[in-house]
């Protein structure tokens, strides 16, 4: 677990504790996660970040009432750059965006500005939000990144704590640019401990990387108390520690829990996270 589970910012979270539902708007209910408290541990600084990307979320219980209090509903997609300095705690948003339900607005345009606004302010950077009709969502097209899946490499495993240590280069010294996923990730929330499921996709060119070895550090991970975007960040880091690769990109594409899911991306290229879904979402 994370020397920082404790931190002073943490405990002020509504995560972990019992909470009343409002479906009357109210954007007091957002909470912002302070992105150094796991930066600091990984030596990373906001102002000089080893990777580009995004957090990319999806919701999919967002509705609210028209002028003449018909209820609309639609698929949102949110968008949070990954140098801003605050990611929006997850159950504040859900509380949040259940506030919507019996509250009258205007137009679709006034709900999107409404979001990107409160959104921007929690995570204190330009967030994007873009809606969808749920009959019609090309970002959320099925479609599986071409990929090798290392997951029926035979292994034995005796941990599952958290070892950085487990990566490493091939044998073989080949210099390669792979693709590879699995969909044995899991971790644990940081405060309630439930478990966060995840499919993860690294992209890298550089000396292959022992896959073996890859699939054991990311089956480590299985007890370990973290936010998805702070996994993502430290799997980048420790990708880039272990093994040097000269260009890196995680992806990994979290299954969702209380209508939202959260798909943090990471890459030392300027690519932007693909908009697709998996089969697990």
């Known amino acids: 677990m994370s020397h920082y589970n404790n931190a002073s910012e943490l ?3 509504t995560l972990g504790k019992a909470t009343s539902y409002s479906s009357t708007y109210d ?3 957002l909470q912002a996660v302070p992105r150094s408290l796991n930066r600091s541990e990984l030596n990373l600084s906001n102002d000089n970040l080893p990777f580009n990307g995004a957090d990319v979320w ?28 605050n990611i929006v705690e997850s159950k504040s948003f859900k509380l949040y965006l259940n506030s919507f339900n019996q509250t009258k607005f205007s137009s679709t345009e006034e709900v999107t500005q409404r979001l990107t606004q409160d959104l921007s302010s929690t995570c204190g950077a330009q967030a994007t939000v873009t809606l969808f009709p749920v009959t019609d969502c ?12 290392i997951d029926d490499i035979d292994i034995e495993i005796s941990s599952y704590e958290l070892q950085p240590e487990l990566l490493q280069l091939s044998n073989n010294k080949a210099v390669v640019t792979e693709s590879l996923s699995s ?11 439930q478990p966060d499921w995840a499919s993860i996709y690294i992209n890298y060119s550089g000396q292959a990387i022992d896959k073996s070895s890859l699939l054991k550090y990311l089956i480590s991970f299985r007890q370990h ?6 996994c993502v960040e430290r799997i980048f880091c420790d990708i880039q520690q272990q093994c040097q690769p000269e260009s890196l990109t995680v992806f990994a594409r979290y299954t969702r829990r209380g209508g939202l899911d959260i798909n943090p991306y990471r890459s030392s290229t300027t690519n932007k996270p693909p908009h697709a879904r998996t089969l697990r979402q």
Request: net charge negative; proline share 8%.
């Open 58 to 85: 999806y919701g999919y219980e967002l509705s609210w009432l028209n002028a003449k209090g018909k209820p609309i509903v639609v698929v949102a997609e949110f968008t949070f750059p990954a140098d801003s300095p």
């Open 27 to 29: 954007n007091s209910l």
């Open 11 to 13: 405990n002020t979270l």
């Open 183 to 193: 969909h044995l990730l899991k971790s644990n929330c940081l405060i309630t401990n």
């Open 138 to 149: 090309p970002a959320l097209m099925i479609n599986h990144p071409e990929a090798e899946c």
């Open 225 to 230: 108390n973290e936010f998805h975007e702070q």
